[in-house]
């Protein structure tokens, strides 16, 4: 009897030794990651599910049937701390992770707080994809954003430019996390057959974004001017700089649409660009946020005023070439986003 004890327990030490062994030799084929598509009831876990971003996945989640969420607001699970992160994972084993929290900001809060934008965004990265990657999830997106890009890179910018040049100064320390986060996916990958997955979106504009008329990016800003200049019957709003710079923006819900597509269609080693496709000068920008709004005085520049990079458009081309193109144009995203701030915001 006694040996026989001591035989079972050597044999579930060997099983636990090879299991352990396969587990960290995994490749793509490895059971534990084997590609599997997002079933309606599996468990998904939204880091960041109140922001722009997030709070977009969560509805165009649900708009396709999925009912099973777990979720924690930043109060309630704060991603610097790894060991509240472990815990969460232990506790709600999630099978399904979308990454979309970051501390996110404009180029004053980013130039003025580095520290903070690389050190607590690596922290949120490494906490959230170490646990995924302890805990076994199935698949795990990563949102990363168009500034790990050469500041001077061809445009428009793809995939394969990513370290081939400085960094924009202004977010370095942002961009600096976002590259350590992609990489970490892509390591998972090659060297345990995690099927981790990072995505690179364009300026992105939608509901829940930040209409703080300090802290606002684009298209907030100019939907918060124009409506508060057609209350005030103001004759003219002047836009920063030349008005001839570029921008691509993107609905944030059509981001979303993206990322859920390219969540049950893509497994692949390398990053995917999410674009609009084309870009506009900061004046068409402007002309069609006042005709959403319904103003009807004069546009002015100023060009003593800052407008940032002339152009920052990404190549949407791999995104395409796996079947996924944006179905709405920019004024009926812009549409929508007007009524969602009317609704909310005032
Ligand atoms: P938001 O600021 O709207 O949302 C960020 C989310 O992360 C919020 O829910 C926030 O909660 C949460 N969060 C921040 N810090 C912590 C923390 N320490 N612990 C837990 N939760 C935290 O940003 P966006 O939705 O715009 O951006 C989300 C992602 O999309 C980012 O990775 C960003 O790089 C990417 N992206 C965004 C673009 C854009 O134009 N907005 C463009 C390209 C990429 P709380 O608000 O309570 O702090």
Redesign the pocket.
């Known amino acids: 009897m006694t040996g026989l004890i001591i035989l079972l327990v050597a044999w579930s030490g060997f099983w636990e030794k090879f299991r352990e062994r396969r587990l960290v030799s995994g490749s793509a084929g490895c059971f534990e990651w084997e590609a599997k598509q997002m079933e309606r009831r599996d468990k998904i876990y939204i ?8 709070s977009a996945l969560y509805r165009k989640l649900q708009e396709q049937g999925y009912t099973n969420f777990v979720l924690r ?2 109060r309630e ?4 701390n790894q060991q509240a992160v472990e815990d969460f994972f232990c506790e709600e084993q999630p099978q399904y992770v979308f990454l ?5 900001g404009g180029i004053a809060a980013n130039m003025a707080e580095p520290a903070e934008f690389l050190m ?1 965004n690596l922290q ?1 990265e490494c906490n959230v994809i170490g646990s995924a990657y302890r805990h076994r999830v199935k698949k795990l997106m990563f ?4 500034c790990i890009y050469p500041k001077d890179a061809p445009q428009p910018l793809k995939e394969e430019y990513l370290m081939t040049g400085l960094l924009e100064p202004t977010n370095e320390g942002y961009a600096v996390a ?1 590259i350590a986060g992609l990489k970490l996916c892509e390591y998972y990958r090659r060297q345990y057959g995690a099927d981790f997955i990072s995505v690179m ?1 364009c ?2 504009y939608g509901y ?1 974004d930040n209409f703080d008329p300090e802290k606002s ?1 684009i298209v907030p800003g100019l939907i918060r001017r124009f409506h508060e200049a057609k209350v005030q019957k103001q004759k003219s709003v002047t836009v920063w700089g030349t008005g001839r710079a570029y921008r691509e923006l993107l609905f944030a819900d059509e981001m979303a649409d993206a990322c859920v597509y390219l969540m049950q269609n893509y497994s692949g080693g390398e990053f995917v660009n999410i674009g609009y496709g084309r870009d506009y000068t900061v004046m068409e920008i402007a002309k069609t946020v006042g005709r959403v709004v319904g103003y009807e005085g004069k546009i002015l520049t100023d060009p003593d005023k800052p407008e940032g990079m002339y152009r920052k458009i990404v190549d949407s081309g791999k995104l395409r070439s796996l079947g996924w193109s944006p179905r709405y144009t920019l004024e009926e995203g812009l549409r929508m986003t007007y009524a969602w701030y009317v609704s909310n915001c005032l």
């Open positions: 880091a960041g599910h109140t922001g722009m971003v997030g607001t930043h699970l704060d991603l610097t979309a929290a970051a501390r996110v607590e949120m949102l990363g954003s168009s976002k979106p300026n992105l829940y990016h």
